[in-house]
T-cell receptor, first 113, second 114 residues
């Protein structure tokens, strides 16, 4: 069974802290994605990776960076967390085919105080 | 640029009644269209997708959607809803010119009353 896991379901951090969100998939997928979900805005793509060490900016990359050192793992980094980064963060993975399904993790609800 | 509009923020429907969720997309060429569902506390799960062929697509959980190019729409339907269908529903569009990226609508929350 397909599985995407995220390191934390809930996370509380303070302004200015460095935050790491981890995502692991067990499907040998080439593509991995980080989205941010906010009420009334749907999902917005932060970063996308199509291979190890390869990444592309999405629609809202400002304030975020990513790391993909292994195929199964994709990390989202908030270098200096701010209150406007309080949100739900969703990771997804897929094969490198547009028509393929994106498989989502359960999400991490991050609160920045 | 591709975009998706879901005009209804919230819909309330009685158990056993029919459900239709609207989705309009903006894209010049043939889009790749998806409906995802997010149950409370869960990630998103694919209900169905369309990229070519028959314009009426069947999905999981008894859902179907119809692609209408003339109306730029991809509406989701279910003939008889169950209480477990209470969730948030997202329409998404992708294109062959935009790599593997999807653009999601804002979502429609469905409440099912007994």
């Amino acid at each position: 069974d397909v599985k995407v896991t995220q390191s934390s379901r809930y996370l509380v951090k303070r302004t200015g802290e460095k935050v790491f969100l981890e995502c692991v998939q067990d499907m040998d997928h080439e593509n991995m994605f980080w989205y941010r979900q906010d009420p009334g805005l749907g999902l917005r793509l932060i970063y996308f990776s199509y291979d190890v060490k390869m990444k592309e900016k999405g629609d809202i990359p400002e304030g975020y960076s990513v790391s993909r050192e292994k195929k199964e793992r994709f990390s989202l980094i908030l270098e200096s967390a701010s209150t406007n980064q309080t949100s739900m963060y969703l990771c997804a993975s897929s094969l490198p085919v547009l028509t393929d399904t994106q498989y989502f993790g359960p999400g991490t609800r991050l609160t920045v105080l | 640029a591709q975009s998706v509009t879901q005009p209804d923020i919230h819909i309330t429907v009685s158990e056993g009644a029919s459900l239709e969720l609207r989705c309009n997309y903006s894209y010049g060429a043939t889009p790749y269209l998806f409906w995802y569902v997010q149950s409370p506390g869960q990630g998103l799960q694919l209900l169905l997708k369309y990229f070519s062929g028959d314009t009426l697509v069947q999905g999981i959980k008894g859902f179907e959607a119809e692609f209408k190019r003339s109306q730029s729409s991809f509406n989701l339907r279910k003939p008889s809803v169950h209480w477990s269908d209470a969730a948030e529903y997202f329409c998404a569009v992708g294109s062959s010119t935009n790599d593997y990226k999807l653009s999601f609508g804002a979502g429609t929350t469905v409440t099912v009353r007994a």
